[in-house]
């Protein structure tokens, strides 16, 4: 089985930058996500890493390291709409089908 | 291009009632997958189709719960007899990609609420 944790809530002032923190065990490693979920409405996909490193998207950048099952989602420059739920997702080896955390609800204050 | 569309957004039902829920992927993914995320949990996966075949079903709770995907384009999850443990937002996702390295495209849910 696989197991993701997250932390359930942080918030951050606008124009800051944030981290968010993901940790997974998984039998096996292929690949890790993550999402962005507004209330109410549907996850978008933010991000995908597979091998150890930084991978940067304009104000998001994610982070992955293997030997330490581990990834952060980084945000710089928070503006109000980026108040969310975050979910990070792992996929183990023998799996297609990834696992999903619970999620970080993001609050962004002025 | 139009994203995942599901239907209805919100149902209430009694315990014992049948519903049915509907998803419209994404013209052109052959992958379709369900997920539930009950309150205070995580999403977890139901069952994926391939085309009009279930590819992984191994999420799916117990048998009073059934999807279709005839023709290979929508696909419908029926809850019968629904339980009060049901409740929760049933999300449907697809893919043009098997492994799903671009993500998964998800429609907003259906909220669904037994008493």
């Known amino acids: 089985g696989q197991n993701i944790d997250q932390p359930t809530e942080m918030t951050a002032t606008e124009g800051a930058i944030v981290q968010i923190n993901c940790t997974y065990q998984?039998?096996?490693?292929?690949?890790l996500f993550w999402y962005q979920q507004h209330a109410g409405e549907a996850p978008t996909f933010l991000s995908y890493?597979?091998?150890?490193g930084l991978e940067e998207k304009g104000r998001f950048s994610s982070f992955l390291s293997r030997s330490k099952g581990y990834s952060y989602l980084l945000l710089k420059e928070l503006q109000m709409k980026d108040s969310a739920s975050y979910l990070c997702?792992?996929?183990?080896?023998?799996?297609?089908?990834?696992?999903f955390g619970r999620g970080t609800s993001l609050i962004v204050h002025p | 291009e139009a994203g995942v569309t599901q239907f209805p957004s919100h149902s209430v039902i009694e315990k014992g009632q049948t519903v049915t829920l509907r998803c419209d992927p994404i013209?052109?993914?052959?992958?379709l997958y369900w997920y539930r995320r009950v309150m205070g949990k995580e999403i977890k996966f139901l069952l994926h189709?391939?085309?009009?075949?279930?590819?992984?079903e191994s999420g799916m709770p117990n048998n009073r719960f059934l999807a279709e995907r005839t023709g290979g384009t929508y696909s419908t999850l029926k809850v019968q007899p629904a339980e009060l443990e049901d409740s929760g937002v049933y999300f449907c996702?697809?893919?043009?990609?098997?492994?799903?390295?671009?993500?998964?495209?998800f429609g907003s849910g259906t909220r669904l609420t037994v008493v």
């Open positions: 997702s792992a996929r183990s080896g023998g799996s297609y089908i990834p696992t």
């Open positions: 013209s052109g993914h052959d992958n």
């Open positions: 996702a697809s893919s043009q990609v098997y492994e799903g390295i671009y993500g998964y495209t």
């Open positions: 998984t039998s096996g490693f292929n690949g």
């Open positions: 890493n597979v091998l150890d």
């Open positions: 189709f391939v085309k009009e075949s279930k590819q992984d």
